[in-house]
């Protein structure tokens, strides 16, 4: 049995661990209520933005296809942008994402990460990592629109024949759905359909902003130049803000499962020093009692 100094170490050890991850839970817990917001807010723009290129499509002549609806030769390559974390303790997140990645994405393809858990695990598997990035808190739209400049210039030039985005679909805070969606080329069927996560994590606030957005209508617009030059333009702000998207829900799936995380072991920390403190005071009257015993069976023989 574990004597007394040993346990009272082992408490004061999970005690001081606990202090530690009820810090790091409060901190994962401000940066996911920033994150959720920013994620959630950034939803009715998407939709607007999805309105106004479904609209355009229907005026444009799809004979003749924009660049970024049409494949570029590359060979069949893909390009994979992988958005994980840049810091661990965040539960399986990353885990799940890597097992999504190698399920639906082939062998010989490339890869970009915009964090740096994944990059290592991607190096140790042998796989080509073309470039790797990093955005901090709070993300700012032009850092994104760098990456997706990127990855579109890469495309352009018929380097790859498919550009696949794979970030974390955040449904609410306990549950987060890692996802790999096609960027390039844009598919003239789901061309200005809503996304999956334009629907994930609702409350009342997105129901509200969503419902204030109003069905798009032609009457009363004149497009200059011309609608085509209109689609243009519009089409590289359609991938950089989807691209932006993707980005805002894998940071709020980041920090919401570093909450959760966080508050697990907390909680574990707490329930295993109750179990040490209980097994403490059960060493601790189990050595009074035989300091008793001793007591009396000496004095008993000194009768």
Known sequence: MANLRDIRRRIKSVKNTSQITRAMQ??????????????????????????????????????????????????GKELVVVVNSDKGLCGGLNTNMLK????????????????KKLAKSLARLKK????EF??????????????????TEKFLAGEYSRVKVAFTNFVNTLRQVPTVETLLPISVVALGDKE???GMGQDKKWEAAEAEVKPLSDAGYIYEPTPGEVFSHALP???????????LEARASEHSARMVAMKSATDNANQLAKDLTLEYNKVRQAAI???????????????
């Open 237 to 247: 702000m359609y991938i950089n803000y989807q691209f932006y998207q993707m980005v």
């Open 100 to 115: 999504a990645l190698l399920a639906d994405v082939g062998e010989d393809a490339d890869y970009v990460t915009v964090g």
């Open 196 to 198: 999956d996560f334009a």
């Open 26 to 75: 409060l901190v994962a817990a401000s940066k996911m209520k920033r994150a959720q917001d920013q994620a959630l807010h950034g939803r009715p723009f998407a939709i607007t933005l999805n309105r106004v290129i479904n609209r355009l499509k229907e005026r444009v002549d799809m004979d003749d296809p924009h660049p970024l609806l049409a494949e570029h030769g590359g060979g």
């Open 289 to 303: 009692t035989n300091e008793l015993l001793e007591i009396t069976t000496a004095m008993k023989a000194l009768e």
């Open 134 to 151: 990093s955005i901090p808190d709070p993300i700012g739209f032009g850092e994104c629109k760098v990456i997706s400049h990127f990855i």
């Open 128 to 131: 080509n990592l073309v470039a």
